[in-house]
């Protein structure tokens, strides 16, 4: 029987507690939705007002030099690059996640062709993100299906699933849907016997998994900054790209940001060395300054202490949700093993999603995935055991008062 008092306790011996003072957390709510946007950390927010007060409000113009607004992406992505195992020079903050596919998908697809025609395909797994698929369904589109075609296994016979005429495994570490994770590294070592490359999309791994991405020998990854990094809606996203594929790079959205010399306004274009390639326009610099100010948060917090807090977390929540006897109507749909999952709980409920609903007006923040899941993220930066234990009490609450039967849950918000 877990009490209150063992809950207390395992905040009160948390090696990493001291991080959830960085944060503002939304007064009186517990918030266990951190795999869909994180939190802002005071840093965040001070940094955001003197961007917009002093650099852009009084030093205008002079702020690209005078505040290195210009190198804001390497120096971004080089605060990411140890958070995700990449050493120096491999990683680049942009875009979105999904234009970033769009270039290491090509990029890549252009580096393994350019020695095996005959690979034509990128292998990937249809409860992939969507954006994921629908990228290589776009460039599938543009090249024709000689030199692009998309083929989709279950996600535990990816790595099976590998042949002569794959070109690019496609791969997401944490299923987005059921918080499953999968060895990234044994797929990568299996699709490079066979000569193709792996992408991995690390949007719910970075800043609460140990990814490990150069001792992997993962190809190319991306992942964003708004889940675990705390970066901010819509902040920009980053590249990894390994250094030993750097001098034979190719990427289609060339754009002047990553020319050689982007101010000398040439008619041609000339890449600029390295990662800084993938960039294409104007970095967004409120933005990227709060992603800068974010990374700040993980300071002094070891990762591996992060990923044991992170599955505490979720074993916590699922023990309470065992012993408050709510199974019947929540089935876990997540890995039993805790360490075969990411930094979520998933559960399948004919109510989900006014479960969820009912939990959001007794402020507990989780979210609701289309059919019928309930997710609920834990990010061991801000969450304490005692969220957890709230949640699940509210959660119990619901279910014994048939809030979730409600008929206001008809009708579902846009976003969910
Ligand atoms: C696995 C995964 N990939 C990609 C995305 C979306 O990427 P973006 O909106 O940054 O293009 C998400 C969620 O937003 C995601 O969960
Ligand atoms: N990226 C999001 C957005 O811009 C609005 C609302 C939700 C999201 C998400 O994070 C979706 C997400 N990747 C997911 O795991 O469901």
């Known amino acids: 029987m877990i009490t209150k008092q063992n809950v207390l306790e395992l905040d009160n011996n948390d090696p990493i507690g001291f991080a959830r003072d960085r944060f503002y957390i939304p007064p009186g709510k517990v918030y266990l939705d951190g795999n869909s946007l994180g939190l802002m950390s005071h840093d965040t927010h001070a940094r955001v007002a003197e961007v917009t007060n002093r650099q852009w409000g009084k030093d205008a113009i002079t702020s690209w030099n005078k505040h290195n607004w210009?190198?804001?992406?390497?120096?971004?992505?080089?605060?990411?690059?140890?958070?995700?195992?990449?050493?120096?020079?491999?990683?680049?903050?942009c875009d979105s996640i999904s234009v970033n596919l769009f270039k290491t998908l090509a990029a890549s697809l252009t580096l393994v062709q350019t020695e095996q025609p005959q690979k034509n395909q990128v292998l990937s797994t249809p409860d992939n993100f969507p954006t994921d698929l629908y990228m290589v369904q776009g460039l599938q589109q543009l090249l024709g299906q000689q030199r692009c075609e998309l083929v989709l296994e279950k996600e535990q016979q990816l790595a099976d699933a590998v042949t002569d005429t794959t070109a690019v495994v496609l791969v997401?570490?944490?299923?987005?849907?059921?918080?499953?994770?999968?060895?990234?590294?044994?797929?990568?070592?299996?699709?490079?016997?066979?000569?193709?490359?792996?992408?991995?999309?690390?949007?719910?791994?970075?800043?609460?998994?140990?990814?490990?991405?150069?001792?992997?020998?993962?190809?190319?990854?991306?992942?964003?900054t708004y889940k675990y990094l705390n970066g901010g809606p819509g902040a920009p996203a980053f590249i990894?790209?390994?250094?030993?594929?750097?001098?034979?790079?190719?990427?289609?959205?060339?754009?002047?940001?990553?020319?050689?010399?982007?101010?000398?306004?040439?008619?041609?274009?000339?890449?600029?060395?390295?990662?800084?390639?993938?960039?294409?326009?104007?970095?967004?610099?409120?933005?990227?300054?709060?992603?800068?100010?974010?990374?700040?948060?993980?300071?002094?917090?070891?990762?591996?202490?992060?990923?044991?807090?992170?599955?505490?977390?979720?074993?916590?929540?699922?023990?309470?949700?065992?012993?408050?006897?709510?199974?019947?109507?929540?089935?876990l749909i997540a890995p039993e093993d805790r360490n075969q999952r990411g930094s979520q709980?998933?559960?399948?409920?004919?109510?989900?999603?006014?479960?969820?609903?009912a939990l959001i007006e007794r402020d507990v923040v989780a979210d609701f995935r289309s059919p019928n899941y309930l997710r609920v993220g834990f990010a061991p930066l801000y969450n304490s055991f005692h969220d957890v234990y709230l949640a699940v009490q509210a959660l119990a609450d619901v279910i014994e008062s048939k809030a979730h039967l409600s008929e206001r849950w008809q009708q579902r918000n846009a976003v969910t």
């Open 240 to 331: 990894y790209a390994a250094e030993r594929h750097h001098a034979k790079l190719q990427q289609p959205l060339v754009g002047w940001m990553g020319h050689a010399n982007p101010f000398e306004f040439t008619p041609n274009y000339s890449p600029a060395p390295g990662i800084s390639q993938f960039l294409g326009g104007t970095p967004p610099v409120l933005s990227m300054s709060a992603v800068d100010a974010a990374l700040d948060a993980f300071k002094d917090v070891n990762l591996g202490q992060l990923r044991f807090k992170s599955m505490q977390l979720s074993e916590l929540f699922h023990d309470l949700v065992v012993q408050f006897e709510l199974t019947s109507e929540l089935t």
């Open 345 to 357: 709980l998933s559960y399948e409920s004919e109510h989900a999603y006014g479960i969820c609903q």
């Open 172 to 224: 997401t570490e944490v299923n987005f849907r059921t918080g499953r994770r999968l060895d990234v590294e044994t797929l990568i070592a299996k699709a490079h016997a066979a000569g193709a490359m792996v992408i991995v999309d690390l949007a719910h791994s970075a800043g609460v998994l140990p990814v490990d991405l150069d001792a992997w020998q993962a190809d190319f990854a991306v992942g964003c």
């Open 70 to 93: 210009i190198g804001l992406p390497q120096r971004v992505g080089e605060k990411i690059a140890p958070l995700v195992g990449a050493a120096p020079g491999q990683v680049i903050c």
